[in-house]
């Protein structure tokens, strides 16, 4: 039954008509703490690195090249009590300007296991952003000597200063249902970034604020049998009027499992980013590694540019996995 609350619900947040962003990853459910930092810790496991890589709009003369890496560990546990620290660091690129979005955190969450097989977690997050640009490769109309363009003639335009640093603070909660001696898993989160809306302009203008992104949530898998899952993928995000649904669904199959657990299993699933692309995603596990790769098919009225080509993302993801405990030890199942 909860299964299918939980595909209701993704079906009733897909419905509203999205915009797509250019600082977004496809594989979100590799990429947690950028959606909530309450998600920190939330694994199968004592720590996790994560790094993924998105090239995006190659076939057009404005290419994006992003990159993010995190890692977060379970660094104290008390009965049925857990916290855990992670690190988050964000690098986007983009277009002749070179317009870059740099930025590092750390984010902090307090988990409470209710029952055996749930878990909720409460986060916060702190980071600093940098945001340049670089004109050495732009054009002006000044650098035109009226038979050809001179790139030695100055430009006559005035930028002051080219970047900017300021503060960044976020929040959010957490909800996860995994019994025990089962594959399913759920997965809810809800995060708000850019609480304190800093000014991210250059130099002294102070004019420019970055609004609140707002950021939910919810993954699935339901074990079917014993070597086969169904995956429901689901985000949204909001800042101010720009929108990001992303929604789809999948298989995933077992393949082995060897003495002390570890999994060797493949998943593929189909998504959409509504109103903008296609997303089929293929990812293979075996044991403390996760490697997924995903393709957008641009949908969207941009088509006419990229000839449907989005972006190519690939995503790693490291996690030590925990010994089996003896069994005349008592252990949290959900920690």
């Known amino acids: 039954m909860r299964f299918f609350i939980l595909l209701a619900t993704v079906l009733y947040v897909s419905l509203p008509t999205a915009d797509a962003q250019d600082l977004h990853f ?7 703490m950028h959606l909530s930092p309450a ?7 004592d720590m996790r690195a994560t790094a993924l890589y998105r090239s995006q709009w190659t076939s057009v003369p404005v290419s994006y090249q992003t990159f993010t890496g995190g890692f977060d560990w379970k660094a104290l546990r008390r009965k049925n009590n857990l916290v855990a620290f992670g690190l988050l660091l964000q690098h986007d690129r983009a277009g002749d300007a070179a317009l870059t979005w ?27 952003a940098q945001r340049s640009f670089d004109i050495s490769n732009l054009k002006f109309k000044n650098q035109w000597g009226g038979d050809y363009f001179d790139p030695s003639l100055p430009s006559k335009e005035t930028f002051g200063n080219r970047s900017g640093l300021f503060p960044t603070f976020s929040a959010g909660m957490n909800w996860l249902y995994e019994p025990a001696d089962s594959r399913t898993r759920i997965v809810a989160g809800l995060g708000a970034f ?25 993954n699935a898998t339901k074990q079917l049998t014993e070597s086969v899952d169904i995956v429901v993928l689901s985000t949204w995000q909001q800042m101010k009027t720009a929108r990001e649904i992303i ?4 298989v995933r199959r077992v393949l082995a499992r060897d003495e002390v657990e570890a999994e060797t299993a493949v998943q593929f699933t189909l998504s959409s980013r509504l109103g ?20 957008d098919w641009n949908t969207s009225a941009f088509e006419a540019a990229t000839n449907n080509r989005g972006g190519l993302e ?22």
Not at 102 to 126: E, K, P, R
Not at 315 to 331: D, F, I, M
Request: charged share 10%; net charge positive; with cysteine.
């Open 194 to 218: 850019h609480l304190n809306q800093p000014s991210s302009g250059f130099g002294d203008d102070n004019s420019s604020r970055l609004p609140v992104r707002m950021a939910l949530n919810v």
């Open 276 to 295: 903008d692309a296609l997303i089929p995603a293929f990812q293979v596990e075996r044991g403390s590694w996760t490697v997924g790769v995903s393709y």
């Open 247 to 250: 929604a789809g669904a999948g």
């Open 26 to 32: 496809s594989q979100f459910y590799h990429n947690p």
């Open 102 to 128: 740099t930025q590092i955190g750390g984010t902090c969450s307090v988990a409470h296991a209710v029952g055996a097989s749930q878990a909720l977690s409460a986060g916060f997050g702190i980071a600093f």
């Open 39 to 45: 998600s920190t810790g939330v694994f199968r496991g």
């Open 314 to 335: 690939v995503a790693v993801v490291y996690r030590t996995l925990p010994v089996p405990p003896p069994k005349l030890k008592k252990a949290c199942p959900i920690f």
